[in-house]
């Protein structure tokens, strides 16, 4: 009893007297600062586990291979402890997710300890180990909300090919396998068993459990998650104290180092398998020898003295056993350690010791030296074929390996997932999984997409432009244009509506979507209005269910639609271009997306109270998959005289990829891609090597991708996300990068192929079609067809070196400024001759700075050195002037991967309007060339968030001049595209003062650099332009206009300031010049007669 005869209970209470404080209690102060201690940090990986004791017994003489002390002689059995692990989750995390399970194990040799740091699968997602740390946050807590989040994994998933092997067997049933009894343990990575006198095998170890998988308890892994997450933990525990204890087989697969080479695969590959003869088919099989036993025997009293505060590394090794080559199992070597000393402290991890004798290689000769380079070669951590054909033989093998119910759940599995991701990733997981097995990737996108359909229909989600039905009741609310001027009734008369006024194509006014917020008012549309519901609802049937209504995509910010969660991520996805491209509703800048009027727009950042308006978005899409659809609806806009829309990936900066009042052909998912070795024309016999079939929906970043795979390249352009076959290919093609060397991308145009304007599907190519040919290489698209795919010359895909030399921020309007922009153009001048890739960037800071960055690319066998010395000359030019710059080289090992890599993505309420100009080569070559150049942009106005850029012509673009195209025959003379690109500001007022100053004041400021040489580029082209026809395709105009007439009598395809848009209206809705022998009552009563019909 203490003073107060209150019971002081053993040592847990504080002595505190009056005289005495607590701080004073020395043993209540150790408790606390033990207490405080008693937790050490988690692993990074491989948080969650459990552990138990054995013993491990050899059972088979393998002395003619090993010199392994611990495994010379049958019988002999060594004390181990074994450790079972999740990967990716935390400590608090369930047994049973699906996730890479660990099986580490410590044998307590006589030589010291020797660990098997084991996975559950006998390979991993990557073989180049700086791509660990991020694989592994893919696969963590979302850093923002918290939670787990699959758009991190896929996305992760397709910009890393290596991993679609494992990641098909990670969402198979083995990547629920639930009880650690169950589960094998590989090493994965190659060793090295060496001898005595330094000869070595590769071995690869693995342990397989006795019991066999249990595909029963991974299937109950989910209940297990609710229930008891740590059921296996529970299992192994309990299994051991009564008794029933849990064995594994050792076993060991053997390579002689001479054999390595021929095997059709790299076994310092961590993302292969050591092929046992299940797959893949063709390649030899590697056999293995079981040599030991494994068994946990003991359960273990303290999990945190004897469990948590084990350090197992691949490090641990006893004489006669060496690491290998395998760059993933070298880092893992510093890695375990490494994090073990942060975990534990530096005194309670021991060092391994080192071996007795080394592997030697010095008889092996010059195959098996250029074989293990390999590994350290620019090319390892890039997509090899093999990459596809271990997983495509894993999906196809598993009917017959385990059963179809087992495929079948795996791609089950892989939906789920998917489906809980954005459009952008999901469109780029299908693509991915076209690489492995079309099959798959068609079975993955049915599922995943009938997932996300039925979540939004439960959700009554009709948002952001991903639905892909057609409600019953919605309908066309203003189809107007000459041969459709108004609503009409269902007796042909026209019928007043608060929409409209005045009538015909007068006074139009813009559609308020505030005033038709009901299905049941669009029905009442519909029944006054032509077509009938009933005939879009057949059209929809003919297109497979693909039309679908649209709203703009920002209408969720804006009352009376306003969602809180949609809002947000749609302002969080606003600025990704990718997602933009997948959208049907939106566009890569909002300034298209709205219309010319101050009431016609729906802005992102707008305030939510404001009137959201449907502007240029169309008021229906089809996101076509086949020819076939492209035919019914062309065929249904003629029918009905539609105003057609063509859309790839939205990568417009003149208006032609949006229309009001009009039907969208959206090409997004026409993504076949076909490689050729010699590639024979249609109608020709005549081979022209090496060639790409491209689908009209393929992006330039997945095409360099898919060219990386096969070693080659194509002339494109440096955004990832503008669609190839599109504008970009039938605008000309500018390459700043690719053009010297290989010219315009129009001039390796070898073949398309086109819906018409009557519905039929042609080619058109030198032997067939040859003037549809000439016109849409250059002559913009939408204009003359629908080009379903293009074909275009390959490239060897060299390695390059990149430099570049960057001006840092530098006041504006100054000599200085003007002398070193001089100094640059110099740089320019002597890339462009000696046929050098080069760009510069000019960018607008805040505060009146500016910044220039001019990169360099040398398309040869990398060499910095020779790079450096190029680039230093202008280097010191610049510092003699006083201006700050830096200059940096990197090597590339393709050429391609730096343009598929690129970022792509801008602020939410960035909006673009551009204008460009070429430099002739007599200027731009010129002594004072650079000079002049210099002078006149310093005349530009730049305001922050302004861009001015070049693009490398000359070279092969001049020299290409044999070849007859529809571009402007100024090309052939130009040695330099200059494009200003101004950001506007987000509002309808913000827009229409842009495109004053881009017409008004900066156009005019490049004309006037050469005013007897004005040539520009219609896919950066002035949107204001008003002598298109001149700047665009000079004295080619009137041969395109002709052309059109012969494939497009009725101009169903009319693009904005495209060839034959002078005949219509801004929005291609009105006739503003009469035809010849089209009188305008004549038409209008031919119209009604059609409406009536």
Not at 1009 to 1035: C, H, I, M, Q, T
Request: glycine content about 8%; aromatic content about 10%; some cysteine.
């Amino acid at each position: 009893m203490d003073e107060a005869k209150c019971p002081v209970i053993g040592g847990h209470g504080s002595k505190g007297t009056e005289k005495r404080s607590a701080m004073e209690d020395a043993r209540m102060l150790d408790a606390l600062a033990q207490f405080n201690r008693e937790k050490i940090p988690e692993r990074p990986v491989h948080a969650k586990g459990a552990g138990a004791y054995g013993e491990f017994e050899v059972t088979a003489d393998i002395s003619d291979i090993c010199n392994v002390d611990m495994l010379l002689g049958v019988g002999k059995k060594t004390r181990c402890v074994t450790r079972f692990s999740t990967t990716g989750l935390e400590r608090g995390s369930s047994d049973g997710v699906r996730d890479v399970k660990g099986m580490a194990t410590k044998f307590f040799t006589q030589q010291g300890e020797w660990d098997w740091v084991c996975l559950n699968f006998p390979f991993f997602f990557i073989r180049d180990p700086a791509k660990f740390p991020s694989l592994m946050r893919a696969q963590r807590r979302d850093p923002q909300t918290n939670l787990l989040n699959p758009n991190m994994l896929w996305d992760w998933v397709t910009d890393n090919h290596e991993s679609l092997h494992m990641i098909l067997l990670q969402f198979s049933e083995f990547g629920t396998m639930f009880s650690w009894r169950s589960l094998s343990g590989y090493l994965g990575h190659a060793y090295k068993w060496v001898m005595p006198d330094g000869s070595f095998k590769y071995v690869h170890l693995f342990f397989s459990a006795d019991r066999g998988p249990n595909f029963t308890d991974g299937s109950q892994s989910a209940a297990h998650d609710d229930t008891d997450p740590d059921y296996a933990t529970r299992e192994l525990y309990d299994a051991i104290e009564r008794g029933d204890y849990p064995t594994w087989t050792a076993n060991v697969q053997v390579v002689d180092p001479k054999d390595a080479p021929k095997l059709g695969f790299n076994i310092l590959d961590l993302t292969k398998h050591w092929n046992l003869g299940t797959y893949p088919k063709g390649l030899k099989v590697i056999p293995s020898k079981p040599f030991g036993k494994l068994t946990l025997n003991q359960n273990v009293r303290d999990y945190f003295i004897e469990v948590e505060k084990l350090a197992f590394s691949p490090s641990n090794m006893v004489p006669g056993v060496e690491a290998s080559e395998d760059p993933v199992l070298q880092a893992r070597m510093f890695a375990y350690p490494d994090s073990q000393r942060y975990r534990l402290g530096r005194e309670n991890v021991s060092e391994p010791p080192k071996p007795a004798q080394s592997s030697n290689t010095a008889h092996l000769g010059p195959e098996f030296r250029d074989w293990v380079a390999q590994v350290s070669s620019k090319a390892w951590s890039g997509p090899h074929e093999n990459d596809y054909k271990f997983a495509r033989e894993f999906y196809a093998v598993l009917p017959e390996f385990r059963s179809q119910e087992f495929q079948d759940r795996m791609v089950q599995e892989i939906s789920k997932s998917v489906a809980q991701t954005t459009r952008r990733i999901r469109m780029k997981v299908y693509r991915t999984f076209e690489l492995v097995h079309p099959e798959l990737a068609q079975r993955v996108r049915s599922i995943a997409e009938r997932i996300v359909a039925e979540r939004e229909a439960a959700a009554n989600i009709h948002d952001l432009g991903t639905s892909a039905r057609l409600h019953v009741g919605y309908g066309p609310s203003r189809p107007v244009r000459e041969r459709i001027l108004r609503m009409w009734n269902v007796d042909g008369d026209p019928i007043p509506s608060l929409l409209f006024q005045g009538g015909g194509c007068k006074g139009v006014v813009p559609v308020d979507i505030d005033l038709i917020t009901s299905e049941e008012a669009w029905f009442d549309f519909l029944r006054v209005t032509r077509p009938l519901w009933t005939q879009w609802a057949e059209f929809n049937a003919s297109v497979n269910g693909h039309l679908e209504r649209l709203r703009p995509v920002a209408r969720v910010c804006h009352d009376p639609f306003y969602d809180v969660a949609a809002c947000d991520f749609l302002q969080k996805m606003a600025g990704d271009s990718g997602w933009r491209a997948s959208q049907p509703d939106a566009l890569q800048t909002w300034i298209w997306e709205s219309g010319q009027g101050v009431n016609e727009t729906c802005f992102v950042q707008a305030d939510k109270s404001s009137r959201c308006h449907q502007g240029r978005i169309p008021f229906y899409s089809v996101t076509v998959e086949s020819v076939e659809e492209i035919q019914s609806s062309v065929l249904f806009a003629r029918r009905f005289n539609l105003r057609l829309i063509i859309r790839n990936t939205g990568h417009d900066l003149a208006g032609r990829s949006s229309g009001a009042d009009s039907l969208q052909i959206h090409t997004h998912r026409l993504q076949d891609v076909a490689f050729h070795q010699d590639f024979i024309p249609s109608g020709s016999n005549v081979p022209m090597g090496r060639a790409v079939t491209v689908g009209a929906g393929v992006v330039m970043g997945d095409l360099y991708h898919r060219c990386a795979v096969e070693g080659v390249t194509v002339v494109g352009g440096d955004c990832p996300t503008v669609g190839v076959v599109g504008g970009y290919l039938q605008g000309g093609g500018v390459s700043p990068f690719f053009g010297l060397e290989a010219g315009l991308a129009v001039d390796n145009a070898l073949e398309f192929e086109v819906v018409t304007a009557n519905g039929s599907f042609v080619v058109a190519n030198e032997w067939r079609n040859k003037d549809l040919f000439w016109a849409l290489r250059g002559g913009g698209g939408g204009t003359f067809g629908i080009v379903v795919r293009a074909t275009m010359r390959t490239y060897s895909d060299v390695p390059a070196v990149i430099s570049e030399l960057t001006i840092n921020e530098h006041p504006a309007n100054t000599t200085s400024w003007r002398h070193a922009l001089a100094i640059m153009f110099e740089a320019l001048q002597a890339y462009n001759r000696h046929h050098i890739g080069g760009q510069l960037v000019v960018s607008a800071l805040d505060h009146g700075k500016l910044q220039a960055t001019l990169t360099m690319y040398r398309l040869v066998e990398s060499d910095m050195h020779t790079a450096d010395v190029q680039i230093q000359p202008y280097s010191e030019l610049l510092r003699e002037k006083g201006v700050s710059s830096t200059f940096t080289s990197r090597a590339l090992a393709r050429i391609s991967s730096s343009f598929r890599q690129s970022p792509d993505s801008f602020p939410a309420d960035y909006g673009m309007i551009a204008g460009s100009v070429a430099i002739s080569n007599e200027l731009f070559n010129s002594t004072g060339g650079p000079d002049r150049i210099a002078a006149t942009l310093s005349q530009l106005s730049m305001r922050r968030g302004d861009l001015l850029f070049t693009s490398n012509l000359g070279g092969r673009v001049i020299q290409n001049r044999q070849i007859d195209t529809a571009m402007h025959p100024a090309w052939r003379e130009a040695a330099q595209l200059l494009t200003y690109v101004e950001r506007v500001e987000p509002s309808i007022e913000g827009k229409l003062a842009s495109l004053d100053r881009v017409t008004k004041s900066h156009m005019r400021t490049l004309y006037s650099l050469e005013p007897g040489f004005k040539l520009s580029y219609a896919n950066v082209g002035d949107p204001s332009e008003p002598d298109f026809e001149r700047v665009y395709w000079g004295p080619n105009y009137g041969r395109l206009r002709a052309i059109k007439a012969k494939w497009d009598p009725e101009d169903l395809f009319i693009a904005r300031l495209g060839v034959g848009s002078e005949e219509w209206d801004e929005e291609g809705m009105c006739r503003v010049r009469t035809l010849a022998g089209r009188v305008g009552d004549t038409v209008l009563r031919l119209v009604r007669g059609v409406i009536g019909s």
